[in-house]
């Protein structure tokens, strides 16, 4: 994927005429792009087209960056049964294409203990059959020096479960394995193509860009997954969906002895379930920036995806949550972040995805509302999303992520 595959357009060509394909991603972030692999591999020789409305890669939405944690730990059974497909997809996309995706380094998950996201996780680990370690007390002190186990503000003792293939996805490199393979599979991908209407119908979905003045397509089904801007897309076909665009702030403190939180040095990604604050706290080993150790607030500032920025110099809230949080529990790291830069969640209220069809047009499938922890979970979330648009039997139990669950009354777009 070299960025320009727009470009395939000349201006004269931008015509109202209409091209087919058999199936039409909009969105490349990486639930669309896994959508469109699993599309080519599950039906080879179809004409499958992926679109964004950005020039790829680009950093306007929640696919960027060079990092993000991967884990079985879940409390929730169901995405820890996904996430063993995940591990295994992810580390043949990196055969695939010659790439290193993923970097072990351990999961430790912390909390009070007794926790229930604790106890929770536990089960469905064992359920799952993943390798896991529970520590506490001296032992866990004794093992990560670098972290500092305070009381919680009950008073209890801290405990973890350390899942020790839980470890780094290379996400950017993740993302361009994917564009590859797309297309040397035969897919196509057009960027730089806001997509301004998405028209409903029996037989195939029209798909309008450039505000009805671009490339114009069609497809038996269609697939949104436009991340923060499925609000207001799915909006405009009459579903109006409890999805809130948040603007996150990405820290990265800088270690006072460097190296000393590297993933060379054995230090795990960690996630804070009770760390005090409202919302959980995760960190990744040094790895975008030497000697910087990336720790975020698991939560963010509701926002217009189209002004995403709009304000952010002076909403500093959650970094000042973070500067005490980061004081008390790394000892050795600068409590000022050097680096902040910033991305975007789409929460649903209940943090589980938006996986279906559109209730009254059953081949718009829809993939949503990813609350921050999606890319993981892309390999299973890309080939549910194809299932549905080729009428296969899903892989897995779909009824977590169903729309019905909001009590939705679309009305007709038609």
């Known amino acids: 994927m070299n960025g320009t595959t727009n470009r395939l357009f000349n201006q004269s060509e931008r015509t109202m005429s209409l091209e087919e394909y058999d199936y039409i991603v909009v969105g490349a972030g990486v639930q669309g792009s896994f959508t469109a692999y699993h599309l080519l591999d599950s039906r080879p020789g179809s004409k499958v087209l992926l679109l964004d409305q950005f020039p790829l890669p680009h950093s306007r939405g929640s696919s960027h960056g060079q990092s993000r944690i991967t884990r079985r730990a879940y409390p929730e059974l169901h995405y820890a049964l996904m996430m063993t497909d995940c591990f295994e997809a992810w580390d043949k996309l990196g055969r695939e294409t010659g790439s290193t995706l993923y970097t072990r380094t351990g999961l430790l998950m912390l909390g009070p203990r007794g926790h229930p996201e604790l106890e929770a996780t536990r089960r469905a680990l064992e359920h799952v059959g993943a390798r896991h370690e529970d520590l506490e007390g001296e032992e866990l002190a004794a093992r990560y020096p670098g972290l500092a186990f305070p009381p919680s503000a009950e008073g209890a003792s801290t405990a973890a479960i350390l899942e020790p293939d839980g470890g780094v996805l290379h996400a950017q490199r993740a993302m361009s394995a994917l564009w590859k393979r797309i297309e040397e599979n035969g897919g196509r ?89 409202p919302h959980h706290v995760y960190s990744l080993p040094s790895h975008e920036y030497p000697g910087m150790l990336k720790v975020c607030y698991h939560y963010g500032t509701p926002v217009n995806p189209d002004a995403r920025d709009l304000g952010a110099e002076g909403d500093t809230r959650d970094v000042e949550a973070l500067r005490a949080y980061v004081s008390r529990r790394f000892p050795g790291l600068v409590p000022t972040p050097a680096v902040v830069e910033t991305c975007m969640y789409t929460n649903t209220p209940d943090e589980n995805f938006i996986l279906d069809r559109h209730p009254l047009h059953r081949n718009i499938v829809i993939g949503a509302g990813f609350s921050g922890h999606g890319f993981k979970l892309a390999p299973v979330v890309g080939k549910l999303l194809a299932e549905m648009a080729t009428g296969d039997a899903p892989s897995f139990d779909l009824s977590p992520f169903a729309i019905a669950r909001f009590h939705a009354k679309p009305k007709s777009s038609l």
């Open 189 to 277: 991908i057009l960027d730089g193509l806001k997509v301004s209407a998405v028209s409903p119908g029996r037989r195939a979905v029209t798909v309008a860009t450039g505000e009805g003045r671009g490339p114009r397509f069609a497809a038996s089904a269609v697939v949104l997954a436009v991340g923060a801007w499925a609000g207001a897309l799915l909006s405009s076909l009459g579903l109006r969906l409890p999805l809130q665009p948040l603007r996150v702030n990405v820290c990265y403190w800088e270690e006072e002895q460097p190296g000393s939180y590297s993933a060379a040095s054995g230090f795990p990604c960690v996630l804070d379930v009770a760390s005090d604050l």
